[in-house]
């Protein structure tokens, strides 16, 4: 069965801290790992990994994937009180259609 | 540019009580997927629906039915509503491809089921 797990499950740090949020997952036929962040609605869309070693950046935030090991890594640096957030990842197989989500890792950022 | 909408936003129902769900996205996209969100449980799918005329079970759709109504609507159906099915639920739509493969959320319902 596939499966998601995020660590830590919650996280409070200080604006200026950079954080490493975890991801590790199990999948049949590996296609993709994505991160989404969720504030108070919706999920967002940050990236989209396919392919190991190589980052992705956006801001001050980078993420990259290691296929070997089945795990990703969420890195945000200079914490702000708007990265407070449930950070997702989520898997998806070959075939494309079927996304496992994990449990979220809810970051806390204190001014 | 709407994306994906989701209505109500809120609703409580009485145990035993029906209703859908409806949602609606703009984009042109063939998939559209429910989940229900808990508490440290994350995302888990109800149904999905990879084309008009086509749907599927995800892990939780016991207690639920959909309708794939055309290329745009998707709806979620509580027969019999249980107070276990107190949760948030979210509609997505799927935009397809090798780079991309991203999903759209709507912004939510909150069902309380008394």
């Known amino acids: 069965e596939d499966k998601v797990v995020q660590s830590p499950l919650s996280l409070v740090v200080h604006e200026g801290d950079t954080v490493t949020l975890n991801c590790s997952y199990e999948v049949t036929n590996f296609r993709s790992l994505l991160w989404y962040k969720q504030e108070k609605k919706a999920p967002t869309f940050l990236f989209m990994l396919t392919s190991s070693g190589i980052e992705k950046k956006s801001g001050r935030l980078s993420s990259i994937l290691d296929k070997k090991e089945l795990f990703s890594i969420l890195n945000i640096t200079a914490t702000q009180t708007g990265d407070s957030a449930v950070y997702l990842c989520?898997?998806?197989?070959?075939?494309?259609?079927?996304?496992?989500f994990g449990p979220g890792t809810r970051l806390s950022v204190l001014p | 540019n709407a994306g994906v909408t989701q209505t109500p936003k809120f609703q409580v129902l009485k145990t035993g009580q029906s209703m859908t769900l409806q949602c609606a996205q703009d984009?042109?996209?063939?998939?559209m997927y429910w989940y229900r969100q808990d508490p440290g449980m994350g995302l888990r799918l109800i149904y999905y629906?990879?084309?008009?005329?086509?749907?599927d079970k995800g892990e939780v759709p016991n207690g639920y039915n959909v309708s794939r109504l055309n290329k745009r609507e998707f709806s979620l159906r509580l027969e019999s509503a249980a107070p276990s099915q107190t949760s948030v639920y979210f509609c997505a739509s799927l935009e397809p491809g090798v780079a991309k493969n991203i999903q759209y959320f709507g912004a939510g319902t909150r069902l309380s089921v008394l």
């Open positions: 989520a898997v998806t197989d070959n075939y494309g259609q079927n996304f496992v």
């Open positions: 984009m042109n996209h063939n998939s």
């Open positions: 629906s990879a084309s008009e005329g086509t749907t």
